[in-house]
């Protein structure tokens, strides 16, 4: 089992930025990639960004060249940040880590993003 704590949501004003931190731990060594999803009220989950354990990172269309995936680890804990830049408002979420490894994934209890001038 992964156990995922997010961090680092708040409130911020359109065109600014703000990073959020997912920490994730224990069974980590089958942990192939790491990703970010968000969901906004009344709408599905969706996808943000993902990083692989090799390095390559894919990104949903509506962020590309505004948001950043990073990950690094150790043999205790892998973390993975996302760099969001010129924020907009509908970037307004409730933002979930996630672990991608065999059996079920693994998901944060979430960290709100609020972007409002």
């Known amino acids: 089992q992964v156990q995922l704590v997010e961090s680092g949501g708040g409130l911020v004003q359109p065109g600014g930025s703000l990073r959020v931190s997912c920490a994730a731990s224990g069974s980590i060594r089958s942990v192939s990639s790491m990703a970010w999803y968000r969901q906004a009220p009344g709408n599905q989950r969706e996808f943000v960004a993902r990083?692989?354990?090799?390095?390559?990172?894919?990104?949903a269309d509506a962020v590309k060249g505004r948001f950043t995936i990073s990950m690094s680890r150790d043999n205790a804990k892998i973390t993975v940040n996302l760099q969001m830049n010129n924020l907009k408002l509908e970037d307004t979420a409730v933002y979930y880590c996630?672990?991608?490894?065999?059996?079920?994934?693994?998901w944060g209890q979430g960290t709100q993003v609020t972007v409002s001038s």
């Open positions: 996630n672990a991608r490894r065999p059996g079920p994934e693994s």
């Open positions: 990083v692989m354990n090799g390095g390559d990172t894919n990104y």
